[in-house]
C-alpha cells in the first residue's frame, strides 16, 4: 500500500535561514512524488514534482526538493525563507499503476521575521 | 479565471438531508478527481473520472455517496442523508495528461457543515 509520512507537524525558522520539510514514502515501483502548498482560504498550489532524472527538481517560488531512492526521501528545501512562505505544506505519492494521489498530513511552515 | 473551480464554497446542512456540490475542471483535463479534507489531515482520495468514466472509487465513498461526469465534463458529488461525519472541505482536481506524471491542480474546495 501507498503512503506518506510527514514527520514533523510543525516547523518553525527565521527568515533569511534555510527551511527543510521532511518527507518520507511507502510504494512499491518507482514513485512520482509532488509537494503542494497551501495558504489560509485558498486552494492546493502544485509546487514541484520528481519523475524521474535528476534528484534535485526544483519548483516554484524557489523551492527546491531532493529525491533519495535508498531512503524513500523527498524533503523540500528553500536555501532563503521568506515570511510570506508561512502556510502549509503537503507531500504526495503516486505509484506507477495508479492514478490515485496520496497525501501526507501536511507540515505547518512558520517562518518568522 | 481558468482554474479548477467548486461551488458552492460553503455548505450547511441538517443531519439527514442530501447535498451536492459542483466541479468545473479546468478546460480540456480529462481527468478529475475528488478528495476529503478533514481538520489536521491530508487530502483523502474519494473517486476519480477519465472522462465520463469512473474509474476508482474509495472505501471511504461509502453507498451514500455518488459522484457523475456527465458527457466527461464538469462533475457533481452528492451526499444522501449526510451525517455529522461527512462534515469536512471536499476538493476537486483535474490534470491533463494520461499517467501519473501529471500535477493536479485543486480547487478552493466546497466546505461542509453538518449540524
Not at chain 1, 33 to 52: D, M, S
Request: hydrophobic letters at 30%; glycine letters at 8%.
Amino acid at each position: 500500500a501507498q503512503s506518506v509520512a510527514q514527520p514533523e507537524d510543525q516547523v518553525n525558522v527565521a527568515e533569511g535561514n534555510p527551511l527543510t520539510v521532511k518527507c518520507t514514502y511507502s510504494v512499491s515501483g518507482n514513485p512520482y512524488l509532488f509537494w503542494y502548498v497551501q495558504y489560509p482560504n485558498r486552494g492546493l498550489q502544485f509546487l514541484l514534482k520528481y519523475i524521474t532524472g535528476d534528484n534535485l527538481v526544483k519548483g516554484s517560488y524557489g523551492f527546491e526538493a531532493e529525491f533519495n531512492k535508498s531512503q524513500t526521501s523527498f524533503h523540500l528545501k528553500k536555501p532563503s525563507a521568506l515570511v510570506s512562505d508561512s502556510a502549509l505544506y503537503f507531500c504526495a505519492v503516486r505509484g506507477r499503476n495508479t492514478d490515485k494521489l496520496i497525501f501526507g498530513t501536511g507540515t505547518r511552515l512558520q517562518v518568522f521575521p | 479565471d481558468t482554474g479548477v473551480s467548486q461551488n458552492p464554497r460553503h455548505k450547511i446542512t441538517k443531519r439527514g438531508q442530501n447535498v451536492t456540490f459542483r466541479c468545473d475542471p479546468i478546460s480540456e483535463h480529462n481527468r478529475l478527481y475528488w478528495y476529503r479534507q478533514t481538520l489536521g489531515q491530508g487530502p483523502e482520495f474519494l473517486t476519480y473520472f477519465q472522462n465520463e468514466a469512473q474509474l476508482e472509487k474509495s472505501r471511504l465513498l461509502s453507498d451514500r455517496f455518488s459522484a457523475e461526469r456527465p458527457k466527461g465534463s464538469f462533475s457533481t458529488l452528492e451526499i444522501q442523508r449526510t451525517e455529522q461525519g461527512d462534515s469536512a472541505m471536499y476538493l476537486c482536481a483535474s490534470s491533463l495528461l494520461e499517467g501519473g506524471e501529471a500535477e493536479a491542480f485543486f480547487g478552493q474546495g466546497t466546505r461542509l457543515t453538518v449540524v
